[in-house]
């Protein structure tokens, strides 16, 4: 990666491979340009989404650590990192993001759906009960979609409100 110092922090991320990355030139560029945390690409994403959906918890712990990250950001699909977290199965950094007391729980992508629903979606059983702690709404929980392979835990969960195991 070199000349990665004149690069910004969202071009760092998004040049990362998935074992060759250079934390050092990363944390360089946070400490140059710590507002650039939050910098967005054509289709709105940020350099914690990239990181997020690279699965890279390393740069993720990085990315969190700046004051001015914002865990709220939405895509140009309305998708926030939380929302990446649910889909891509990253119980990790869905921890992590809600110990932010601004993290929104209710933010919804485009076609209506939060993060609680894409884990339902998908079946991300531990993401559904990890939101579900933490207050996400499920008011209507029956209507939405569930991945078939997982639809009996699902029920299992939200009928018997086992969501503290």
Partial sequence: MSGGINKTVLEIVNDIQYSDCDIK???????????NVNEKNY????????????????IVDLLLQCESIDV???????????????????TK????????DTIDLELKHHSGRTALMWAFSY????????LLRHGAKYKGWENWEID??????IYEIMEKK????
């Fill in 25 to 35: 030139i990363l944390s360089d560029a946070l400490k140059k340009c710590p507002n």
């Fill in 43 to 58: 289709f709105g994403h940020t350099a914690l989404m990239s990181a997020v959906v690279k699965g890279r918890s390393d």
């Fill in 72 to 90: 709220n950001t939405q895509n140009k699909d309305k998708q926030t990192v939380l929302m990446y977290s649910a889909i891509f199965n990253r």
């Fill in 93 to 100: 950094v869905c921890l992590k993001l809600l110990q932010f």
């Fill in 123 to 130: 079946g991300h059983v531990y993401i559904i009960k990890i």
């Fill in 148 to 153: 078939s392979n997982k639809k009996q835990q």
């Fill in 162 to 165: 086992q969501i503290n195991k």
